[in-house]
């Protein structure tokens, strides 16, 4: 007879949509303001997204008491939090520890998205000579942006794109994009820096794989393999939860998918209030699942995730209930929201109120702001 594989735990019990919700609103610093570091904070979430500058700022505010613009622009100054592509490809602020764990797993993802997206343009080229003399002109504290490193690497290159070897590059070595490149309103063309300083090691191990779905369900969980898979873009993660399987708790949501978590998490109740929330474009709370129910309907859904596009949203007892924006004519800045389904009138007033506290945080001196909910 064959050996047999680990013992099934088995369930812990059904969760509701509303239990799951309240669990992942408690890890995301979302039920109530945290009293917590910045750094610490960031790392409770397990990265910030951060493809437009000020969305880590609009995260954090949302989450923590006595948050400040400093606050934040300190740490990334300081380089306790390094900004770099991770995630599903995209753009994030972590702290240096979840750096060094989370960007070697993602690895081959990210060698996934430039294959799909630049192969054809770099067709040719030795990608292991391109990275290693990508690090050579970024060493020694040399900053270039991507456009200035693009064209210094196609010099030896006749013929080829020197803006697919600026990206090429940006996906396949961890480079990291200092301050004031990511701090508050400043845009313009990505600096790269090199990363010899962090010690990262460039392939991960099993462990660090088991590290990262730790990681992942103490800011998201309770979770199946598809929610981790949706929120890091890595694939093979049925093995590394089987291995982690006698050490997690298991339950069952309402549709009887199977979810982990870990013994200790957080699980408040599902009647436990949710305050009213302005949630940034592209919040991982948002993003942390492939069955989104936790935290909007499907017809929502599809209003807020157009294409790859992440509307900004507004949180109303802990789901998604409205869609936000700001623009500013002359000296005036409005935010304007529009519900996505009815709101009572205690529901609008406190939408309206806490419209109000973002415009303080965010408006420029010498600014007059206003609010225009919708009907």
């Given amino acids: ?56 700022y609009l995260a954090l505010w949302n989450r923590l008491e006595r948050f400040t613009i400093r606050d934040l622009t300190a740490a990334i ?7 770099s592509t991770m995630m599903r490809a995209t753009q994030h602020l972590m702290s240096l520890p979840d750096f060094r764990l989370v960007r070697p797993v993602l690895a081959p993802l990210l060698r996934r998205v430039q294959h799909n997206a630049f192969g054809r343009r770099t067709a040719g080229v030795d990608l292991d000579a391109l990275v ?21 690497l196609a010099r030896r290159r006749p013929g080829a ?15 990291v994009h200092p301050a004031p490149s990511g701090t508050w309103d400043v845009r313009g ?3 790269f820096a090199g990363t010899e300083w962090i010690g990262m090691r460039m392939e991960a191990t099993d462990e660090d794989r088991r590290q990262l779905i730790r990681r992942y369900l103490a800011a998201f969980g309770p979770a199946t393999v598809a929610d981790a898979r949706a929120w890091s873009g890595v694939s093979g993660l049925r093995e590394v939860f089987e291995q982690l399987r006698t050490e997690l708790r298991l339950y069952a949501d309402e549709f009887g998918s199977e979810l982990f978590d870990l013994p200790d998490a957080p699980r408040p ?3 436990i209030p949710a305050p009213v929330r302005f949630l940034p474009e592209f919040d991982a709370t948002l ?11 499907d017809e929502v859904r599809a209003q807020v995730c157009v294409g790859a596009a992440i509307a900004a949203t507004v ?53 007059r702001g206003d609010v225009w909910l919708l009907p």
């Fill in 1 to 56: 007879m064959g050996a047999r594989g680990p013992a099934r735990r088995p369930s812990s019990g059904v969760l509701s949509s509303r239990a799951l919700n309240r669990a992942l609103l408690e890890r995301q610093l979302l039920l109530r303001p945290a009293d917590l570091p910045v750094v610490t904070a960031v790392e409770q979430l397990l990265g910030l997204n951060a493809q437009d500058p000020n969305l880590p």
């Fill in 77 to 83: 100054e300081d380089r306790t939090l390094v900004r």
């Fill in 132 to 152: 290693a003399e990508a690090r050579e002109l970024v060493a020694d504290g040399r900053v270039l942006t991507r456009p200035e490193l693009g064209k210094l």
């Fill in 161 to 175: 794109d020197p803006t697919a070897l600026g990206w090429t590059v940006q996906y396949l070595t961890p480079f």
């Fill in 189 to 191: 063309a990505t600096p």
């Fill in 269 to 271: 109740s599902a009647d």
């Fill in 287 to 297: 993003l942390g699942h492939t069955d989104r129910t936790r935290i909007m309907t």
């Fill in 315 to 367: 949180l109303v007892d802990g789901t998604v209930a409205a869609t936000w924006t700001r623009s500013r004519t002359d000296d005036v800045e409005l935010l304007r929201v529009r519900p996505l389904r009815p709101l009572s009138a205690t529901d609008r007033a406190e939408v309206e109120a806490e419209a109000h506290r973002l415009l303080a945080f965010t408006l420029p001196e010498n600014t």
